[in-house]
């Protein structure tokens, strides 16, 4: 049992600073698989990023040609073939889930692959050290020259001053990119050349410029560990099946130096495969040691592992002592049992179906919603009004949504009280019995409907009423009900 | 700064040298940067003072080096908006009454501003929704006293009715009981006359050939012969279902004895010319407008 401490006899740590100081990492260059596919994707990524604004998508005379793009002023949304309008904002609801979910499939999987390769921070900030290798060496050139901070020389200097402006150029450009994505893209780049654009498009690129600088450049690792929520998400997310990159203490322990363990090896003694080389460590871009166990900083970027691999084939040893694995695994193997691998559970079955059954409902939604349609408001006051022979009328504010790309004549019938005629403020129809009027292309409008109908004094008091619009070309039908009243 | 001599042995601090009951207050100074703050406030507000407007005067106040005022700016902002409207306003001042319910952008604003200033001007009266009152027309209905079509609408808004304007609707119903013109049993016999007109159940044992009669000898002149109305004189349809003032007897009696004569105000000159025009527009799209 523990004894109580006196408060008195408590030990504060008053001297010790408010917050710990940043430890600068600094990456070693490494080669093998898991390098080559974080090559790819960040290629691919900043590629898609880049570039998909200036992709063309050809939806006719008056409207924007641009593939991707997000017309605030109109308040459209445009992705290829598919048009938004404000009021559907719920397709980004379902886009979201569905990318919560394959986050959480991937997860189950295959660790956090999207921290590892497909997060942002980490794609510019690998970006960001590229560069920084490539100007001021690897490693230990880089620790070197940071350390004789103190004597500046011309050379360092023009180093540092080319490393941030070329940072400075891919800040610019990544904000740069973004505006391109809410005004069309050539005519914008053509503004911001020559300083034309307007004063909303420099500043956001200026306060991207400063993001991507601020956190490509400067804070790298530190958003991983102590800005971002999603490492301590993630923790819950995961299950023992799931592969995460892993050092395998099974075959490391007990680590020991080279020369030792062929020594151990052969008086017929144990020796780990880990010969201690801190590569791993070395290659870390957030700085860790993947040897002490899943942790909250790592990443999974799995460039200890291509580390490892590299040394591991140069003595001549089996590689992937660090790869994707789990407990399971190494407990397996040293119960002398061979691994399992369980990709296919009910966690990752469910996770499918989920997304599955999103996206069904998704494209079910986005296949058969409505190009044309119809709201409709009573008037209020007055609710109705009688006229000198007796008849009644009631006026609705019809609001018509074309969402197609050309102008459509729409038919108006209403369905209510017994010989209802009905007319549209402004518009003489020739069909006096069923205005027709023509609505113009990926807009609204909204007409005055005076709905007249002969109706006895002790007629009921309200009776439904039914606005159908009918495109005469296609044949389209919407409708909207409301009521018809009686004063 | 006062020197605290004064020393709490209990808790090793100074005292402020206040004492109530024995009890001392202790000397607890403020940060250094809250004082700080708090004399760059002072200073502050010294700086507004001279900036702004800050202290009353016997007639006025100070204006401060800014000039600044609120209702200025409001102002500024009323320029702006009619700066903005100004286009607008003169395309709707243009465009002749027929050609913008024929234009779907004119008839939205001026549906849009016809709203607005009837709802400012006309509602007091009319209602907000222009359903109306007793004796105050209802807009919404096909029933016109000085007429329905979009030029008659402007005209009655320009120039009003008996609103002491030179080009304004005149014509009056005459207090046939108060003038001594008709007797109460004549004035009951015609109220019943008339209300068999639009096909309203009469009195008991009411003489149909007297009140047609009476009717015929005072009425027809301006509710012409068969009870139409007469929308020059601004006399009432008297066949059809709206009144008003009200159907029942009681009330045509009075009206038949008092006489009515409802004021309608001109707004020419106190609107401008298309706003007018796009008050007629709106009433006229309300529903009843011919």
Not at chain 1, 162 to 173: D, E, N, T, Y
Not at chain 2, 27 to 56: E, H, K, M, Q, S
Not at chain 2, 118 to 138: E, I, Q, T, V
Not at chain 2, 182 to 202: F, M, W
Request: hydrophobic content about 40%; some cysteine; proline content about 5%.
């Amino acid at each position: 049992m523990n004894k109580p401490v006196l408060p008195t006899e408590m030990e504060y740590d008053d001297n010790g600073p408010l917050y710990v100081a940043q430890k600068k990492v600094y990456p070693q260059s490494v080669s093998g698989t898991f390098r080559r596919i974080k090559w790819g994707l960040m290629a691919f990524c900043l590629g898609v990023y880049y570039l998909l604004p200036f992709v063309r998508w050809n939806r006719g005379l008056g409207a924007p040609s641009q593939a991707v793009l997000i017309d605030l002023p109109n308040s459209r949304f445009y992705f290829f073939f598919i048009e938004l309008w404000p009021q559907e904002v719920y397709y980004f609801t379902g886009l979201l889930i569905v990318a919560a979910l394959t986050l959480f499939l991937m997860n189950s999987m295959g660790g956090r692959i999207w921290c590892g390769y497909l997060c942002p921070q980490t794609v510019w900030t690998d970006l960001f050290y590229a560069v920084e290798r490539l100007i001021e060496g690897d490693r230990r050139e880089r620790m070197r020259k940071d350390a004789a901070r103190g004597t500046l020389k011309l050379e360092r200097f023009a180093e540092i001053t080319l490393k941030h402006s070329i940072w400075l150029m891919i800040a610019w450009w990544t904000g740069g990119a973004w505006v391109l994505y809410f005004n069309d893209a050539p005519t914008l780049v053509k503004q911001l050349v020559t300083f034309q654009a307007p004063m909303l498009a420099y500043i956001w690129i200026g306060i991207l410029t400063a993001t991507t600088y601020v956190l490509a450049g400067f804070l790298r690792e530190q958003v991983c560990v102590y800005m971002c929520p999603w490492p301590r998400i993630q923790a819950a997310l995961t299950d023992e099946w799931a592969l995460n990159v892993t050092y395998k203490y099974d075959r490391g322990e007990k680590r020991t130096s080279l020369k030792k363990a062929i020594e151990l090896r052969a008086h017929g003694e144990t020796a780990g495969d880990c010969i201690d080389c801190y590569q791993c460590v070395a290659v870390c871009p957030t700085g860790i040691d993947i040897r002490n166990g899943p942790q909250l900083d790592c990443i999974q970027c799995g460039l200890c592992i291509d580390a490892c691999d590299t040394v591991m084939k140069k003595i001549g040893r089996e590689t992937r002592l660090i790869g994707y694995d789990n407990d399971i695994n190494i407990h397996r193997r040293q119960a002398g049992k061979p691994p399992v691998y369980r990709l296919v559970r009910p966690r990752t079955i469910v996770y499918s179906a989920m997304i599955a059954a999103v996206g069904a409902v998704m494209l079910y939604a986005m296949l058969t919603r409505s190009l044309l349609d119809v709201n409709v408001l009573h008037d209020r006051n007055p609710v109705a009004v009688r006229l000198s022979d007796g008849s009644v009328r009631n006026a609705f504010t019809v609001r018509l949504l074309n969402k197609r790309g050309f102008d459509r004549v729409i038919a108006i019938d209403v369905d209510g009280p017994a010989n209802v005629t009905v007319h549209v403020v402004g518009v003489d129809s020739v069909t006096p019995d069923r205005p027709m009027i023509i609505l113009a292309r990926d807009t609204t409008t909204e007409l005055r409907v005076l709905v007249t109908a002969p109706l006895e004094e002790n007629a009921e008091k309200s009776i439904p009423v039914k606005f159908r619009v009918t495109d005469i070309g296609l044949g389209e039908v919407a409708s909207a009900t409301d009521h018809f009243v009686t004063p | 700064m006062t020197e605290h001599s004064d020393f709490d042995q209990i808790s090793g601090r100074t005292t402020t040298g206040h004492e109530w009951d024995g009890i001392k207050e202790l000397n607890t100074p403020l940060p250094r940067w809250w004082v700080i703050t708090f004399y760059l406030c002072i200073v502050w507000a010294f700086g507004y003072w001279i900036v702004y407007p800050a202290w009353p005067l016997v007639s006025g106040y100070t204006s401060g080096v800014l000039h600044y005022s609120s209702r200025a700016d409001l102002a500024v902002e009323l320029a702006n908006l009619e700066k903005i409207r100004g286009d607008k306003m003169v395309a709707l001042g243009a465009a002749s009454l027929a050609d913008i319910e024929k234009d779907p952008a004119l008839l939205a604003l001026a549906r849009a501003r016809g709203k607005t200033v009837f709802g400012d001007n006309c509602a007091p009266c009319h209602g907000s929704g222009a359903a109306g009152a007793k004796g105050f027309p209802n807009l919404n209905d096909d029933d016109w006293l000085w007429g329905g079509t979009l030029e008659q609408i402007m005209q009655t808004i320009q120039f009003g009715a008996r609103s002491g304007h030179a080009k304004s609707h005149e014509g009056q119903m005459l207090a046939f009981g108060k003038d001594g013109t008709l007797k109460k049993e004549e004035i009951v016999t015609v109220a019943n006359y008339v209300r068999s007109l639009s096909g309203l159940p009469t009195r008991p044992g009411y003489d149909a050939a007297a009140g047609a009669k009476i009717f015929a000898d005072n009425c027809t002149v301006c509710h012409g012969d068969a009870g139409k109305g007469n929308q020059e004189v601004g006399a009432p349809n008297l066949t059809d279902k709206i009144w008003l003032y009200g159907s029942d007897e009681a009330t045509i009696i009075e009206t038949v004895t008092n006489g009515r004569a409802g004021v309608m105000p001109a707004w020419v000159g106190r609107l401008d010319p298309s706003t007018i025009k796009a008050m007629a527009v709106y009433v006229h799209s309300l529903g009843g407008g011919k």
